[in-house]
């Protein structure tokens, strides 16, 4: 485990700030306490200062999992969300796209939404921005990518592809052993 | 009374005779081993621990020093002896004692690229004359070196061949593949002592190519850095460089559990560099936004088309959708499109 570098938190902190954009401030300057992101086994982990100290008793090998993981770096240095991340990332989201009950199914099953089950999208919403995606009861299922912009999502057909999957909470049960 | 100091007399040239004597016979029980040639003489007998450990250690080394000194003396007189400038001098034999050397004898030198070649295919040095005959000048000459056999350097006239470029000097180009073929064998030469020496032999460093490979591009730039006086030390990267791997530094990262407070500041300078460097005209936002006023306006004027009555341009073109269509909005359309 060791602090991220430079370089490292700069890639972190771009794709973050797709998501929150400047809202990460709120998750580093924290009121309630002192947070941190550490890096164990190419994966960042978001824990308190407390919580570090008790992780340090434990051997590099024999430590799994700390705080909240928030993803990790691949081997080429790009650093992929896991969404373990999302407890974070939804109530600073920047932009949201709901989904309608009849397609809430298909997004937690790993599949991009289409047109068809887009209930609503924030305004300005660009193409390609990281959005995060809710339930029409406003809970939270995932996250993505806009594949339209808002004005787009208005003309095209029902079938087509609105938001790009990422990430779902289908996950934790999909990739259970894997999720950390 | 004269008899009797005769006998004294007799007796006390004995005494003195074995006195001389004494001083130059010594009797061991084992013979010492002597090296005369390296004034050398090994005693092998016994020594009485006795009379080493006790009171006259000294006297008792000396004593055995001397003796020894004396039949090493007695074995130098044996040889022959000559006299020069009053000295009495003997010629010392060749000396029989194998000394070790000082130093590690030498290895051999490791072969050569060309050696190991050789080996391999089982190539063989040929014992070549020195002299050669040359026809030209009608007499033996050596075959290397000042006056030799066939000198090409010495020709007043080159062939120019027919694939060769016409204006090219022949005379130019043959020093020049003479100094390049110099200084190939030079390279080769500290190439093989680098390698005798098990250092690694510097990198040729970069040989003009007509087309330089990406590795070999990157290479040149690495090289190009580090050549400075400071060995490119205060060189700066450029914006997208990627820093250069097997550069012999470590990675050092910040303590586990360090200074959070700071930690905490370098974050949120990063972010607000990061925020500094977003665009504050988003384009596609203005698009979108000018996209969305477009609509507004399209809608509008679908509106106002629907009983637009004042408006006369379109009008004929129109006319079937216009009946159609809404005349309850009419007016409302209408109003709108004027302000």
Request: some cysteine; charged content about 35%; proline content about 4%.
């Amino acid at each position: 485990m060791r602090p991220l570098t430079e370089d490292e938190t700069k890639i972190m902190f771009e794709k973050l700030s797709k998501y929150i954009g400047e809202n990460i401030k709120l998750l580093v300057d924290r009121p309630d306490g002192t947070y941190c992101f550490r890096l164990h086994q190419d994966r960042v982990y978001y824990m308190s200062d407390k919580i570090l100290k008790l992780a340090t008793n434990f051997s590099r090998d024999k430590l799994i999992s700390i705080g909240t993981c928030f993803g990790k770096f691949t081997k080429t240095q790009k650093f992929r969300l896991h969404i373990t991340a999302l407890d974070f990332l939804a109530p600073y989201a920047k932009f949201k796209v709901w989904v309608k009950p009849g397609a809430e199914q298909s997004f937690l099953y790993g599949n991009h939404v289409l047109k068809s089950g887009l209930g609503r999208i924030t305004e300005n919403t660009m193409q390609y921005q990281g959005v995060v995606v809710y339930s029409m009861a406003d809970v939270p299922l995932g996250f993505g990518v806009a594949a339209k912009s808002t004005q787009e999502c208005r003309r095209v057909d029902p079938m087509s592809i609105v938001v790009f999957h990422q990430a779902d909470v289908g996950e934790f049960i999909r990739n259970e052993d894997t999720l950390t | 009374m004269a008899a009797c100091s005769v006998e004294e007399l007799l007796a006390k040239a004995e005494q003195e005779e074995a006195e001389k004597l004494r001083s130059i016979t010594v009797h061991k029980e084992l013979d010492l081993d002597f090296d005369v040639g390296s004034l050398l003489a090994c005693d092998k007998n016994r020594i009485e621990s006795r009379d080493f450990r006790g009171q006259k250690k000294e006297d008792f080394l000396r004593a055995l020093a001397r003796d020894n000194t004396q039949l090493l003396i007695n074995e130098i007189w044996k040889l022959q002896t000559e006299r020069v400038e009053e000295a009495i001098v003997a010629k010392l034999p060749e000396p029989s004692t194998r000394l070790p050397r000082e130093k590690a004898p030498l290895k051999p030198r490791p072969p050569t690229k060309w050696e190991q070649f050789a080996k391999l295919k089982g190539i063989q040095k040929k014992k070549k004359t020195n002299l050669v005959w040359d026809d030209t000048a009608k007499e033996w000459r050596r075959r290397w070196g000042y006056k030799r056999a066939k000198d090409n350097t010495k020709e007043w006239l080159i062939e120019v061949p027919e694939t060769a470029d016409s204006n090219e000097d022949q005379f130019s180009k043959r020093t020049r593949a003479k100094k390049e073929r110099v200084a190939k064998n030079e390279l080769n030469r500290l190439r093989n002592i680098a390698r005798a020496q098990k250092v690694k032999s510097p990198g040729v460093g970069l040989l003009p190519k007509a087309q330089q490979s990406r590795d070999e591009l990157a290479q040149a730039v690495s090289v190009a850095r580090t050549s400075t006086a400071s060995a490119g030390r205060f060189q700066d990267r450029l914006a997208k460089e990627k820093a250069p791997r097997n550069s012999g530094k470590r990675r050092k990262f910040e303590p586990l559990i360090g200074d959070f407070s700071s930690e905490r500041q370098k974050q949120l300078e990063l972010l607000k560099v990061l925020d500094s460097r977003r665009p504050k005209l988003d384009i596609t936002k203005a698009v979108n936004a000018q996209m969305r006023q477009e609509d507004r306006e399209e809608a509008a004027a679908k509106h106002g088309r629907k009983g637009g009555k004042g408006r006369a341009g379109r009008g004929g073109k129109m006319a079937g959708r216009r009946g159609k269509r809404g005349k309850a909005e009419g007016g409302r359309g209408g109003g709108k499109k004027r302000d």
